[in-house]
């Protein structure tokens, strides 16, 4: 008497040996052409052309502001909040985000209100080695997050890609000093510590 498990081992495999040589045996498909259309072009916000940035100064809507710029020596030197040598690893990565503003999508007819543009949340001025000067306003985030709407410098709506956005923001609040700034009294000098009884 053949086991019940052995029954269904058969059955399985018999299955299986009709899958493969259904597999095997059907009509291949003729060899067709791929065509692959070129995606859109990326595209950034500030051209190649114009060099790379000799000033950076972000502004909140609430009047944060931070500014860092090259000097005569081209170091870089925080000018706002306060006048100070700037950490030059920050101040040039900040640099280089500029150039890696990429265009996501434009965003034609839009409510400026709703984007956040009306009033702008920040605004982005930039001083490049060419002499050029841009001024950006930029917006809210998308509901995605995946970008910030911006007022490009057309006067266009674009939506531009958050990663560059966010660590230029990050400024704001972490401005790029090289050394800790020592708080100073009323007077400007540093306050004087009492000794405790």
């Known amino acids: 008497m053949i086991r019940r498990s052995t029954i269904v081992y058969l059955v399985l495999l018999l299955v299986l040996a009709g899958v493969y040589y259904y597999v095997n045996q059907r009509e291949k498909p003729a060899d067709i052409e791929l065509t692959v259309e ?22 909140s809507k609430s009047g944060k502001t931070v500014e860092v710029a090259r000097d005569a020596d081209n170091a870089w030197v925080l000018t706002q909040p306060i006048e100070a040598k ?14 890696t503003m990429r265009i996501l999508d434009s965003v034609p ?3 400026l209100k709703i ?14 080695t060419s002499g050029a000067e841009r001024i950006v306003d ?18 266009g709506v674009v939506i531009v890609s958050s990663s560059a956005i966010d660590s230029l ?10 050394e800790t700034p020592i708080p100073t009294s009323e007077s400007g000098s540093p306050p004087s510590e009492t000794a405790t009884p």
């Open 38 to 59: 070129p995606g859109s072009e990326v595209s950034y916000l500030f051209t190649a052309e114009e060099g790379p940035p000799s000033s950076i100064r972000i502004e």
């Open 169 to 178: 923001l990050g400024l704001l609040d972490n401005p790029p000093y090289l």
């Open 115 to 128: 984007v956040g543009l009306e009033v702008p949340e920040y605004v982005l001025t930039l001083k490049f």
């Open 138 to 155: 930029i917006g809210v985030i998308t509901p995605t997050e995946s970008g910030y709407y911006l007022r490009d410098t057309k006067g």
């Open 109 to 111: 007819d839009v409510d």
């Open 86 to 99: 700037a950490d030059p690893g920050a101040a040039e990565a900040a640099a280089s985000q500029i150039s």
